[in-house]
Nanobody, 117 residues
């Protein structure tokens, strides 16, 4: 599975961004697509995931401000981020976790989100 992420950039505090991720290659019948972010010197943390069947999960620090969605036909997922704060500045990584018929994890290239005035 190859992941192509896009949509990062510079945004002012309180602004919005929409990240996109498109998967290609082998597609699992059950999978989880999502976004994680990484701050300098820190481990990646959950932003949001969406499992086949549209089961979503959100990180505590972004709940209420982000929405993840997915189009299975387009093999794509989107992360709508609103009311962005400077502390949201990080590198965001798209992820694809295949669950069935076997398990495998894939990561896209990171996209930098900078929230600054």
């Amino acid at each position: 599975v190859q992941l192509q992420a896009s949509g990062g950039g510079l945004v002012q505090p309180g602004g919005s961004l929409r990240l996109s991720c498109m998967a290609s290659g082998t597609i699992f019948s059950v999978s989880v697509m999502g976004w994680y972010r990484q701050f300098p010197g820190k481990q990646r943390e959950l932003v949001a995931t969406i499992r086949t069947g549209d089961i979503t999960d959100y990180g505590d620090s972004v709940k209420g401000r982000v929405t993840i969605s997915r189009d299975y036909a387009k093999r794509s997922a989107w992360l709508q981020m609103n009311d962005l704060k400077p502390e949201d500045t990080a590198v965001y990584y798209c992820s694809y976790q295949g669950l069935f018929p076997n398990r495998a994890d894939y990561w896209g290239q990171g996209t930098l989100v900078t929230v600054s005035s």
